[in-house]
């Protein structure tokens, strides 16, 4: 496993489509560990290869010491509304209020290619809507409904 450097905002790469994978190597394996120890390094809890500079439809969560490995995730259904803060570890140093969906239900591969439904409420749900947008070139800051101060208070929050 090795550390991989996280782009920026406005790297042009972070606006890309990323591609499917269309097979699951050796490479990918690879890919997902490292992208695991480097959001775990920069303290995140989701990363996507974009963020790694890897246009593959890939994507790592961890949320309550679980591990989520997504192969060309795809949300199949949300319900709900909830508002509240977010980050990304490609776009430092800021942090705003977006809505996303309260539930959400995603399939995916796993490292083996096996086929997983994953269904995520609030927070989970929150991180795979986050992370899918960054496969599709989205980063939170286009979704923002405002900024606030990364040191603020957490009252600011908006939970409907």
Do not use: F
Not at 19 to 31: A, D, G, K, Q, Y
Not at 76 to 85: M, N, W, Y
Not at 105 to 112: M, P
Request: hydrophobic share 35%; aromatic share 2%; proline share 5%.
């Amino acid at each position: 496993m090795a550390l991989r450097k996280v782009l920026q905002d406005p790297n042009p790469k972070l606006r890309k489509k990323s591609r499917p994978v269309t097979e699951i190597t050796p490479h990918i394996h690879e890919l997902l560990d490292d992208m695991l120890e480097t959001m775990r390094e920069d303290e995140g809890v989701g990363l996507a290869a974009p963020q790694v500079g890897v246009l593959r439809r890939v994507v790592v969560i961890e949320i309550e010491d679980r591990v989520y490995e997504l192969i060309n995730p795809e949300i199949i259904s949300s319900e709900g509304e909830q508002t509240g803060r977010e980050a990304c570890l490609s776009v430092e140093d800021r942090m705003g209020i977006v809505t996303r969906p309260k539930k959400v239900t995603v399939k995916a591969l796993d490292r083996n290619g096996n086929e997983q439904i994953i269904e995520g409420e609030d927070l989970l749900a929150r991180c795979l809507c986050h992370e899918l947008d960054h496969l599709d070139g989205i980063l939170y800051i286009d979704k923002m409904i405002r900024e606030v101060d990364p040191e603020g208070e957490e009252g600011e929050d908006e939970e409907e």
